[in-house]
């Protein structure tokens, strides 16, 4: 069965810390690009941050430059997203998604023109 799984959402206050995690199991995520997606209530699904299959390109939103990181363990079949300095707007459930996708721009923007495998989802709430 293929499929991805997310792990580490959870609360926490503003301005705390928090790394989701990507696990893939029935393939290997090699030759796939990554992102991380994430949706609030009410509001559209957006992508967050995208890395391509070998790890030397990465795509962030401007809303999370300089906060969140992204990076992947190929041996591990797992990708994360290390997010700082979280803010409430960042509240959201949390997706990551893999496609054979060559832009990694393209990924996070075009969200509606590409297939591939998608997770759960795990919910982050930051609050106080």
């Given at each position: 069965q293929l499929q991805l799984?997310?792990?580490g959402g959870g609360l926490v206050q503003p301005g705390g810390s928090l790394r989701l995690s990507c696990a893939a199991s029935g393939f290997t995520l090699d030759y796939y690009a990554i992102g991380w997606f994430r949706q609030a209530p009410g509001k559209e699904r957006e992508g967050v941050s995208c890395i391509s299959s070998s790890g030397?390109?990465?795509y962030y939103a401007d809303s999370v430059k300089g906060r969140f990181?992204?990076?992947?363990?190929n041996a591990k079949n797992t990708v994360y997203l290390q997010m700082n300095s979280l803010k409430p707007e960042d509240t959201a459930v949390y997706y990551c998604a893999a496609g054979r996708i060559?832009?990694?721009q393209a990924m996070c923007v075009m969200?509606?023109?590409?297939s591939g495998y998608?997770?759960?989802?795990?919910q982050v709430?930051?609050?106080?």
């Open positions: 799984v997310e792990s030397g390109n990465t990181t992204i990076s992947r363990d060559t832009t990694v969200i509606d023109f590409w998608w997770g759960q989802g795990t709430t930051v609050s106080s």
